[in-house]
């Protein structure tokens, strides 16, 4: 039974609830009674606290981990099992250390039966975008953080998903290269209007992107607040500089500084 | 392999010898070594082979000069001399190659039948838990068992033949090889599992690209290590009951009353064991180039 109201929505959450399991201690409640509908195109930002169950809501949209309680939808349909449609961009990112760049590019593909000659191209066409042309027969132990982390972005975009799942994939990147990253991202974006869940601590970052930003309470995490976002499309970086968007950043910064304020950094449950 | 022996721990000497004006080129560190010798000294391969070297002459030589100078009777420590010349006799008659070669067939046809049968045995146990659950009791009750105690039955069931030392060395080794295989299976990392299926591999491709891949370093770790057991194998199996091969040479030379065949057998034993193991290593290299910047 489908309900009428999500028609629209390819992903949803209705009502889940997330805790986890450790014994001898308290169970950790990271997600409560979150509710949220994701429309066909739209890019989301997720921004809150440290700990407060971002990655934990990517992962069960991945079909990563099962919530305790609710449901997660993909198209009307309960996720069950690991989701290939939602392709991860991991905050780790688990590149498979014994391929090379290019072997890694190339794992989505392959996985879904690709002939080598188009795959090669495909890969070759991603790894030039992200910059690492120069490294493609390298493996991932022998790149930096961020080059890692770029290698990730070239998979996932070759392996092309419906949804793009992201958890802080910009996190360990420089500024300049994180700019040129992000407009990247922006401009395919624009171009493929692909379902994108980004998970960034950056309200700038949030803002560039974005057409909604859900803001998490701290732990356990609810929606606090979805502000939907004006500024106009095709963007540039230059939309920083504008009133528009320091208005939109204090808006978000206030329902964000709350909930830092509100709880601290200290978490009871750790000892 | 860069270990932190090998970096000069006592280098603060070079900060406050002055600049050499007319030798600029030279880099301070040698400077240093003028004044003060063995501060400076750092561990080069050619100084780490000469130390080694000289601590090998002074034993050989203590061990000459004991016998030589009648110290010790030639019963109880031949002297290196008749050892030496036992090697130049063995090499001469060729009973060495043959020896070497019969040993060396029977650990590789044992140890390589373990390899095919224990390695993706370990692979299953280490993904799929009935399987574990099957074998766990097997592996309990074998692991602790030396596999000199095969002897008795597999000459029963097998005669003194060449399947009979295979079976030792089989037997010897089979257990290691699945535990270490377990173990380097369950290591994988579970979020590489994850994302490999994240990118539609299903569970065959999980287990060719990721699982095996992932712990084929461990899986190769231990048989180095099992591969030396493997000749310990051998070696009791030929000394029990065997009439060729290394262990047989030592334990023949002893009812002869030649010490000095003896240890030259003993010696014979350790090189082969060391030059399998530089093959080990080498296959090693071939089988994991990701891990070629951890060795440069
Ligand atoms: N596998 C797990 N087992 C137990 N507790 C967990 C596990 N994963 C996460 N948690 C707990 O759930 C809460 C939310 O974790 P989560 O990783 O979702 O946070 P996050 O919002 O992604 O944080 P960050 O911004 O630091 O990445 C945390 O308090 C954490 O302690
Ligand atoms: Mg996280």
Redesign the pocket.
């Given at each position: 039974m489908k309900d009428v109201k999500n028609k629209a929505s390819i992903l949803s959450a209705q009502n889940v609830f997330k805790s986890?399991k450790?014994s001898g201690q308290k169970d950790?409640l990271?997600?409560e009674d979150l509710s949220l509908d994701i429309n066909e195109g739209e890019f989301i930002c997720i921004v809150?606290?440290?700990?407060?169950?971002?990655?934990?809501?990517?992962?069960m949209f991945a079909g990563f981990i099962s919530p305790t309680s609710g449901r997660l939808l993909l198209h009307g349909e309960p996720i069950v099992g690991i989701e290939p449609r939602c392709g991860m961009v991991f905050?780790s990112y688990a590149l498979l250390p014994w391929k090379t760049v290019r072997g890694n590019v190339e794992f989505g593909l392959k996985m879904k039966g690709v002939s080598p000659k188009v795959r090669r191209e495909r890969a070759e066409y991603f790894i030039d975008l992200v910059n690492l042309g120069a490294f493609a027969d390298r493996y991932p132990s022998e790149l930096s953080g961020g080059m890692r982390q770029r290698v990730t972005l070239a998979r996932i975009f070759a392996s092309d998903p419906e949804v793009l799942l992201m958890?802080?994939p910009f996190a360990a990147l420089d500024a300049m290269t994180r700019q040129v990253l992000q407009e990247e991202l922006l401009r395919i974006h624009e171009d493929q209007r692909k379902t994108t869940v980004f998970?960034t601590?950056n309200i700038d970052e949030a803002l560039v992107l974005a057409d909604r930003i859900i803001v998490?309470s701290s732990?356990p995490?609810r929606v606090k607040a979805i502000v939907k976002n004006t500024l106009a499309r095709p963007r540039h970086m230059t939309v920083q500089l504008s009133k528009e968007f320091t208005e939109l950043k204090s808006e978000i910064w206030s329902f964000v500084e709350d909930e830092v304020r509100r709880h601290g950094s200290v978490?009871p449950e750790?000892p | 392999m860069a270990t932190l022996e090998e970096r000069p721990i006592l280098t603060e000497a070079t900060a406050v010898v002055p600049e050499n004006p007319d030798g600029k080129d030279e880099p301070r560190a040698r400077k240093v070594s003028r004044h003060k010798t063995f501060r400076s000294w750092k561990a080069t391969p050619a100084v780490t082979l000469l130390i080694g070297l000289s601590s090998v002459a002074t034993f050989l030589g203590v061990w000459a000069m004991v016998t030589e100078l009648g110290w010790v009777k030639p019963v109880f420590l031949p002297s290196p001399m008749s050892v030496l010349d036992q090697g130049i006799r063995l090499v001469e008659t060729g009973d060495l190659w043959v020896s070497v070669i019969a040993s060396s067939t029977r650990v590789f046809t044992g140890f390589g039948l373990a390899v095919l049968f224990a390695v993706p045995l370990g692979i299953l146990i280490g993904v799929w838990w009935p399987a574990k659950a099957i074998m766990d009791p097997f592996i309990s009750l074998l692991r602790p068992l030396p596999s000199i105690t095969w002897i008795p039955l597999s000459i029963l069931w097998l005669g003194i033949g060449e399947a009979q030392k295979i079976a030792i060395v089989f037997m010897g080794s089979w257990v290691y090889i699945l535990l270490y295989t377990y173990e380097s299976t369950k290591r994988v990392d579970p979020i590489l599992i994850r994302a490999a299926r994240n990118l539609s591999a299903n569970d065959f491709a999980v287990m060719r690209e990721v699982v095996l891949p992932g712990a084929l370093s461990g899986i190769i770790s231990g048989l180095k290590v099992t591969l030396a057991i493997s000749w310990s194998c051998v070696i009791t199996a030929e000394m029990v009951a065997a009439n060729n091969g290394l262990g047989a040479l030592i334990w023949q030379a002893k009812d002869w009353g030649n010490m000095p065949l003896v240890l030259m057998g003993m010696v014979c034993i350790s090189l082969t064991v060391l030059v399998a193991d530089w093959i080990m290593v080498r296959i090693e290299r071939l089988l994991l180039p990701w891990e070629r910047n951890l060795r440069e």
């Amino acid at each position: 039974m489908k309900d009428v109201k999500n028609k629209a929505s390819i992903l949803s959450a209705q009502n889940v609830f997330k805790s986890y399991k450790i014994s001898g201690q308290k169970d950790i409640l990271a997600v409560e009674d979150l509710s949220l509908d994701i429309n066909e195109g739209e890019f989301i930002c997720i921004v809150g606290a440290s700990g407060c169950g971002k990655s934990t809501l990517l992962n069960m949209f991945a079909g990563f981990i099962s919530p305790t309680s609710g449901r997660l939808l993909l198209h009307g349909e309960p996720i069950v099992g690991i989701e290939p449609r939602c392709g991860m961009v991991f905050q780790s990112y688990a590149l498979l250390p014994w391929k090379t760049v290019r072997g890694n590019v190339e794992f989505g593909l392959k996985m879904k039966g690709v002939s080598p000659k188009v795959r090669r191209e495909r890969a070759e066409y991603f790894i030039d975008l992200v910059n690492l042309g120069a490294f493609a027969d390298r493996y991932p132990s022998e790149l930096s953080g961020g080059m890692r982390q770029r290698v990730t972005l070239a998979r996932i975009f070759a392996s092309d998903p419906e949804v793009l799942l992201m958890d802080e994939p910009f996190a360990a990147l420089d500024a300049m290269t994180r700019q040129v990253l992000q407009e990247e991202l922006l401009r395919i974006h624009e171009d493929q209007r692909k379902t994108t869940v980004f998970i960034t601590h950056n309200i700038d970052e949030a803002l560039v992107l974005a057409d909604r930003i859900i803001v998490l309470s701290s732990r356990p995490g609810r929606v606090k607040a979805i502000v939907k976002n004006t500024l106009a499309r095709p963007r540039h970086m230059t939309v920083q500089l504008s009133k528009e968007f320091t208005e939109l950043k204090s808006e978000i910064w206030s329902f964000v500084e709350d909930e830092v304020r509100r709880h601290g950094s200290v978490t009871p449950e750790y000892p | 392999m860069a270990t932190l022996e090998e970096r000069p721990i006592l280098t603060e000497a070079t900060a406050v010898v002055p600049e050499n004006p007319d030798g600029k080129d030279e880099p301070r560190a040698r400077k240093v070594s003028r004044h003060k010798t063995f501060r400076s000294w750092k561990a080069t391969p050619a100084v780490t082979l000469l130390i080694g070297l000289s601590s090998v002459a002074t034993f050989l030589g203590v061990w000459a000069m004991v016998t030589e100078l009648g110290w010790v009777k030639p019963v109880f420590l031949p002297s290196p001399m008749s050892v030496l010349d036992q090697g130049i006799r063995l090499v001469e008659t060729g009973d060495l190659w043959v020896s070497v070669i019969a040993s060396s067939t029977r650990v590789f046809t044992g140890f390589g039948l373990a390899v095919l049968f224990a390695v993706p045995l370990g692979i299953l146990i280490g993904v799929w838990w009935p399987a574990k659950a099957i074998m766990d009791p097997f592996i309990s009750l074998l692991r602790p068992l030396p596999s000199i105690t095969w002897i008795p039955l597999s000459i029963l069931w097998l005669g003194i033949g060449e399947a009979q030392k295979i079976a030792i060395v089989f037997m010897g080794s089979w257990v290691y090889i699945l535990l270490y295989t377990y173990e380097s299976t369950k290591r994988v990392d579970p979020i590489l599992i994850r994302a490999a299926r994240n990118l539609s591999a299903n569970d065959f491709a999980v287990m060719r690209e990721v699982v095996l891949p992932g712990a084929l370093s461990g899986i190769i770790s231990g048989l180095k290590v099992t591969l030396a057991i493997s000749w310990s194998c051998v070696i009791t199996a030929e000394m029990v009951a065997a009439n060729n091969g290394l262990g047989a040479l030592i334990w023949q030379a002893k009812d002869w009353g030649n010490m000095p065949l003896v240890l030259m057998g003993m010696v014979c034993i350790s090189l082969t064991v060391l030059v399998a193991d530089w093959i080990m290593v080498r296959i090693e290299r071939l089988l994991l180039p990701w891990e070629r910047n951890l060795r440069e």
